[in-house]
C-alpha cells in the first residue's frame, strides 16, 4: 500500500533540527521524498505500523505535526502530478 508521510517540525530550536533530520532519515529508509517534507512509501501494514511507531516516538507533539494518508493498493489512479520532477513508482525497475 502507498503511504505518503507529511511532517512540520519546529526548528526554531536545537533540539528541533534535530528531530527535523531524525524524521527524515526514518523516511528516507522506508520510501521517497517527493517534496521537503513530503514521503511516499510503498509498505505492507507490519512495516507502515513499524515506520509509524518509529516516527510518533521521535516528534514532538506539542510542537510537530505528522500526517499519514493511506492511499491503498490501487493509488495509480488517485496520484496527479505535474511540473519539473517526475513521479515516483515504487513498483518500476530499480538500476543500482
Known sequence: MLILITYDVNTTTGEGRKRLAK????CVSYGQRVQN???????DQ???IALKNQLLDIYDSD?????FYNLGNKYQ??????GKDTSYDPEGVLIL
Open 23 to 26: 524524521i527524515a532519515k526514518v
Open 37 to 43: 517534507s513530503v514521503f511516499q512509501c510503498d509498505v
Open 46 to 48: 507490519a512495516k507502515y
Open 63 to 67: 510542537k510537530d505535526s505528522l500526517r
Open 77 to 82: 489512479s488517485r496520484i496527479e502530478h505535474y
